[in-house]
Structures are given as C-alpha cells and as structure tokens.
C-alpha cells in the first residue's frame, strides 16, 4: 500500500482532530459539507485525483455531485448535507448491512440510496455511495447478476472515527486502487461464481458435431484443395503460377463498407511517435516495386529489412513474385534464399540447425553449388591455404608430400567441422570472389509460437550483421512492437516496407481460373496422378460455378471482400470450404450445370456460400472455431446486453468518421458512452474482448494484448465488423447460426428454444428469437443510442418471410 496509503491514513487523522474541534459541526449546508468534508474525504484521505472526478454531471436533467473515472465511471457519490443523519439499528457495530434493513426504517437512507442506484443504472456505474461529510454508506449500485440490487448489502462508516479505526477496509473498498480492485465488489458478493442460463448448445449431445460428407464432397474437397491451395506451393508450376495469380497489393477494396481513407491509412501510424523508428514505404507504388534499390544498398545490409504486412495479405506471394517475375532481371547475378518459417520449419527442433540445412540445400538445388565440393572448398579457404603453405608443415611439402597433403585436409577438415563459420565464408567467397550479391529472405515468422520468433528475429540480426547478406524479414506490425519490447529486436530499423492486400475479387478470380486451367489439363501438373482425373472433371465444373458466380453475383464479392479483411489466405480458405461442405447439395449444382447452356451456369445464392463457411466443418455454429462472432451473447444477467456489441460497433463506426484519417476511437469515449446507455465497465470490457477476438475491431499497432492489464488506448471497426452490424444481423442464415449459442434469460422462451432439424422449424424458432429480442429492447432508451434493432428485427423476419414464400 506504500506511502499513499500512509499519507492518506494521516490525512484522515488530521480531518478527524479538526472536526471536533470545531464548533460548526451539524451547521453546514451541502455545499459547505462537500467542500470542507467530502473534498477532503476523497481527495485527500482515499487518494483520488481531482482530475479522476466529474462534478455535476448531467444526463436527463438529473445530476451527480461526484462522478469518479478509474479510468471508467466506477463510484457515484451523491452528497448530502451535514444535518442528515443517518440512523442505524441500535447495538449494531458491524460495518456490513442489508440494505433493505437499512432503509426500512430511515426515509432519508432510502431516499438517498435509491437515488444514487438510479444515477448509476443509467450511467451503468457499478458503485455508488451516500456521504453527509462524517458518515458514508457504499453499496452496489448497478447488478449484472440478474439480483435487485436493494436486495444486496452496504457497508456503513457510522463516524469518521470509524473510519479512521477501520481505516484499511476504508481504503480497500473506496480508495481508487481498491476502486480499481473491485474489492468492494469481491467482499458484497462473494467467491460465488454466477451462472448464466445455459445455451441450447449444452443440450445437444454432440456439439459441436462434425457434418458428414459423401463421397462426392470428400473428393472436390481433397481436389479442390490441391489445385487452389497446394498448387501455390508446386515448384515445378511455380514461374507459371506467380505471373497468372500475382495481384498487385496496395489496390483498395471496391465493396469495402468502411472509409476508404481508413483503408488508405492502414499503416499511417505504425511508429509515428519513434523518432528513430523505421521509415515506412510501400513496397510497390505506381511506379513498380520500391525495394529494388535497396538490395544494393550496402547501409542497409547490416540490419534485416523489415517487410510489414498483416496476415493474410500476401507477404509471402509478393516475395515469391519479386524473385521469379518482376526482380527476376536484376536478380540473374543475385543468390536469392528463401527461408519459410510457416511449413517447413515446424518440425524442426533446433532452429539455427534448420536455417543452415535449409540454406545449404537451396544453394545446391537452385545455383547447383555444393559448400562441400573439394574445389568449392578450396576456392572459399585459398588466402588460408597460402598461409598454411607458409606455416610450420611448410618444409614437408617437398620432403614429405603425403604428410603434408595429411595435414592440409585436416586444416580443412577442421573448418567444415564448424558447419556456420564454413557457410558464412562460403557465402563471402560468392560475394567477393564471384561477384554475387546475396538476399535473404525470412518469412511467415510470426506463425511460429513465441521462443521461435524470438529466435528467428536473433539469427536474422546476427546473419545480417556479420554476415555478407541482405536480410529482408516478414513480419506483422504488431509482432514488431511485441519483440522489441520483449528485447529480441532492441535495435531501430533503418527502413521498412509495407505490403497491403491486393484486391480480393481480383485474386480470387485469377485463382480460380489458374485451378481451372490445372483440372482441365492445360497447366501440365506431374503431381496430379491421372487416376483423379474423373473427380478433376467434376471439380472444373464446380469452379466454372464459383467463377461465374462471383462475376454476376455481387452480394459474394461484398460478403468475402468484407469478411476477409484483407486475409487473401482467409478468402482461398473460404472458396475450398465451400468446394467440400456438407452443407451445400453438391450433386444438385452439378445437375443443374449438366442441364444449362454453354455460356450459362448455376448461380450460388448469398446464403448458400454463407452457410457453407459460418459453419464450417461442423453441424452447428461454434463460436470458438467460426470466424465470424455471435453477436448477441453475453456475459451477465442483463438482457439489454445482448445489443452491446451492436451499440459499440455503431458508435465507433460512426465515431470514426470524426476520428481523423486513421479512424481511432478513443477508448475513454466509448466506455463513457456506453456507460451512458446504462452498460457496466465489465460488459463494456466483454464486449470489447469478444470484437478483437474476431476481428470486428482494431487497436492501434502499438497494443500487445495480455501483455498487461491496461486496454488499448483505442479501436477502430474493420470491414468485417461493419459487415456484422449492416448486412449480417440481417439474414435469416446467421441468426439461425447463432441461436445454439446465446443464452436465453427468460425461461418461458428457453423452453421454445429447442433444437430444429426441418426448415419450418428453424424459421419458426428463428421467430421466436426475434420476439424475445424485441421485449429485451425495450430496456433500452432508444433515444440514446445510434443502433436500431427494430430496424434489423423487421429485416430479419423479412428474410424468413422471403424464405417461406420460395419453399412454399
């Protein structure tokens, strides 16, 4: 507790001396006994800054004496004057009460009390406390467990004597850092755990569940798989592949529902406030590639080159295209090695071993030069060798020739034997001797687990600090600032690149042609065995769909534009997930195609494609595997809640557009406006964790998240947040989804809330949903928040109609 807490203990002893000694006692009106007792009380004897407090704060015509921010709204004090008195029972020495017997006989504790509850309901401040300068009652304020919250107990500091003897639970309870604490919260409820009513998933025996496929389906999407997905990594096709399905990256979006100055900005901030940070360039602009100098920039090898992109946008396809295709001209005198953390290094224990291994095996399979050859060997040691001849076995190569030839290979030997030190002069007899200039390429680091970026990040320093190469790493913005603060890159950057994504529908498209062109047999590849050719035929049909379905349906484009976020590899994932579900009729869209015409093809509806990849492999939604969030659970006993995450995604959405280029919400605003609606700190902070966590919102590149108990200092909604809020609550498929996963608070609706096999018994369910939703609404002042659900809940069973008239 430190010095504060001392101080502060004196402080009250010294308060309590002058109160009695004075003679005014009993005499002050409420300002007087806010400015002479209360100030002191909080300012001075609980350690709480002015600056923590807001007085008189406003919200429906009613306002709060002291408003007290830790960094939150957390304790509402409401003053009342000095001749308040507050009664307690007789013979009664404890500091705990129950309420309820605290108010039944004292008008001026109940008044008070419930006055303070309702300041706090509608400010959703979770404590609250009464104070006429020489006594104090605190309480909870505002519950999340489904109790009334009269129907909780207080603590009571009867005198300021009391308090002072009492002085360490004075300070747990009501002191900023106890405030902080939730100790007062901790002691009134206790160690019991609340439960919330189960969700229907915890009824069904086997959720999540795995959908069956037949045969049909396990085959496209084993060969659906290969020929988008595998076929990127095929070395034979690889020239082939790069030049037909390279996108350029740093293209906006076109379907994107955020700020297209949002989108422009993505890495505006990255290290803004490091003076000796990195400089940021884009990787590409409109003239070509930007990096192509700086492989010959010698002040630049002596420290890798960063890379930044976010993941998913295709760091590893830019690399791969810089080698084969674009830098393919300037790179003919250049040993280029490519090192991918991502695959081929999972197995590996030892992580210096496998950088060796995997060097020494590319420049013998790609520049055909073997660090083990006896020529090579003696090339790389030539000047060492000269010395040698001049050392003290330099009379036996005339007298004794064999020895001397013994004592030579054993001086080679010896140098071969330290397997680093070989390799690094190896690559110092390419660079000098043959005039080659070398690049180094680390990628997909930051898909390994921890200790192995660390280390990957340590080898890359050393490697382009000692060694006669240009070292370019691959990284994610916020893995840079975790191991720079973690000590593994301590050193600043000279120069970074950034790579934004490409366009989703653009590389889509090109992806799916290059697959075609693989299953029908136009691109020749060997590592398809001729016995899948049957199922090949079936698969080339089945992208014939995909692709005309995603140049005539727009809703597709939109939907993966958005919901990838820019994570081409999310978007390739989806495609294949679509191939090979268990949830898509297969063999109906290859009927159907067998029967169109030659220019003509089966059309994939919006909610087909979205069902197929909001539930994924299994039969019902999981919101731990998904990636899309359930935007209606909860954490507490409070129905209102289950619109939280809706009413934060509106608010910073439309907060961004005043936020600047960047689009940053400051984290105090919207704590304070969703604590306005009545929200408490902890929903606001569930909530919040459950949009990073699926990525409908992002912090600042700066944030590591657990690495602390502070939040990030802001957020900003990502296109997939907004897509959530506008057009996914809307359908009838995603509510469907979601319905196993939400807790339901009122029994009579739970009992309805079963598990549904026919489509008329999902829509009726999904109805049901909506109706108790709608009475959950009206607990909220609708006037206050941006988000409307009786615009969404009429859209809702607008689609359910629309389904019922196509079935019918």
Not at 544 to 557: A, H, Q
Not at 646 to 658: C, G, P, T, V
Not at 668 to 683: D, W
């Amino acid at each position: 507790m430190g010095l504060d807490y001392e101080a502060c203990r004196i402080k009250l002893e010294n308060l309590l001396r002058w109160y009695e000694s004075d003679v005014t006692e009993y005499n002050r009106n409420e300002a007087t006994t806010r400015l002479q007792l209360i100030d002191s009380l909080l300012f001075e004897c609980l350690g709480w800054e002015k600056g923590d407090c807001t007085a008189e704060e406003e919200q429906g015509k009613e306002y709060t004496d002291y408003t007290l921010f830790c960094p939150w709204r957390s304790l509402i004090v409401e003053a009342k004057k000095e001749g308040v008195y507050f009664e307690i029972p007789a013979g009664y020495s404890k500091l705990e009460y129950s309420l309820k017997s605290l108010c039944r006989d004292n008008q001026d504790i109940k008044k008070a009390v419930e006055q303070v509850m309702r300041y706090c309901q509608n400010r959703g401040t979770p404590l609250g406390a009464v104070c006429n300068g020489h006594q104090l009652v605190c309480f909870i304020a505002s519950r999340d467990d489904g109790e009334p919250p009269l129907d909780g107990k207080a603590i009571v500091f009867s005198s300021l004597q009391r308090m002072l003897n009492d002085f360490l639970r004075f300070w747990q309870y009501l002191s900023k850092p106890g405030v902080q604490d939730k100790n007062l919260q901790k002691h009134l409820l206790g160690t019991d755990i609340f439960h919330l009513p189960k969700k229907l998933s915890n009824s069904i025996l086997y959720y999540p569940d795995i959908k069956g496929r037949n045969v049909l389906q396990t085959d496209l999407q084993i060969v659906g798989e290969l020929v988008i997905e595998d076929v990127a990594k095929t070395r034979e096709i690889e020239p082939d592949f790069i030049r037909e399905c390279y996108c350029p990256s740093g293209a906006l979006p076109q379907y994107a529902l955020i700020s297209k100055s949002i989108l422009e900005h993505r890495y505006a901030a990255l290290f803004n406030t490091e003076p000796n940070g990195p400089t940021i360039i884009p990787a590409k602009n409109k003239k070509g590639l930007t990096i192509t100098n700086e492989i010959f920039a010698e002040s630049l090898s002596k420290r890798p080159i960063l890379l930044l992109g976010d993941v998913g946008v295709g760091k590893t396809m830019f690399m791969r295209y810089f080698i084969k295709v674009e830098g393919a001209e300037i790179m003919k005198n250049t040993i280029s090695l490519y090192v991918d953390l991502g695959s081929k290094a999972a197995l590996s224990i030892d992580l210096r071993t496998f950088f060796l291994t995997e060097i020494e095996n590319q420049l013998f399979e790609d520049y055909n030069v073997d660090i083990k050859e006896r020529n090579f060997v003696r090339g790389v040691y030539h000047f060492a060798l000269l010395r040698f001849s001049q050392g003290i076995y330099a009379d036996l190569k005339e007298t004794h020739p064999q020895i001397y030839s013994s004592k030579e290979l054993k001086f080679l030997e010896e140098h071969l034997e330290k397997r680093e030190e070989h390799l690094k002069e190896s690559l110092n007899h390419l660079s000098k001797g043959r005039k080659k200039q070398i690049v180094f390429f680390i990628d997909n680091a930051d898909q390994r687990d921890e200790n192995t970026q660390q280390q990957a990040f340590l080898i890359a320093q050393e490697v382009a600090a000692n060694w006669p190469v240009t070292v370019f790493l691959a990284l994610r913005p916020q893995t840079f600032h975790k191991s720079k603060k973690l000590g593994a890159l301590s050193g600043y950057h000279p120069k970074a690149f950034t790579i934004s994504p490409p366009r989703v529908d653009e590389v889509i498209r090109k992806r799916l042609l290059f697959a075609s062109a693989v299953a029908e047999g136009k691109v020749e590849l060997k590592s398809i065995a001729s016995t899948i050719s049957v199922k090949l035929r079936a698969l080339q049909k089945y992208l014939n769909v995909l692709i005309y379905s995603f140049d005539i349906n727009k809703d597709l484009i939109e939907f993966i534009d958005n919901v990838c976020s820019g994570n081409i590899r999310l978007a390739l994932e989806f495609i294949t997930t679509f191939i090979g579900s268990g949830h898509v009729d297969t063999q109906k869209i290859l009927d159907i195609e067998d029967k169109q015409s030659e220019n003509k093809h089966y059309l994939i509806p919006l909610h087909e494609f979205m069902r197929a990849v909001i539930y994924g492999d299994n039969v019902y939604y999981d919101s731990q595997k998904s990636s899309f969030a359930n935007l209606f659970d909860i954490s507490t006993f409070d129905g209102k809640e289950h619109f939280l995450l809706l009413i934060l995604l509106e608010y910073i959405d439309r907060a961004s557009a005043f936020a600047g280029v960047e689009g940053f919400v400051e984290t105090t605003s919207i704590y304070n406006y969703a604590q306005c609606v009545g929200f408490t700190p902890k929903q606001i902070k569930s909530a919040l964790g459950i949009a990073l966590d699926k990525n409908l919102l992002e912090t600042g590149t700066r944030y590591i998240p657990n690495s602390d108990d502070l939040a990030p200092r802001s957020f900003r909604v990502t296109t997939l947040g907004v897509y959530h809020l506008i057009k996914l609550v809307r359908y009838f498929t995603y509510v469907d989804a979601i319905i196993v996963d939400t807790p339901i608070l009122e029994e009579n609706i739970r009992v309805k809330i079963t598990d549904a096999y026919t489509i008329e018994e999902r829509l009726s369910r999904a109805i049901t949903f909506c109706d108790y939703l709608d009475k959950q609404w009206t607990m909220i002042d609708k006037n206050a928040v941006g988000f409307k659900w009786s615009d969404v809940s009429r859209k809702i069973r607008e689609d359910i109609e629309k389904i019922r008239m196509r079935i019918s």
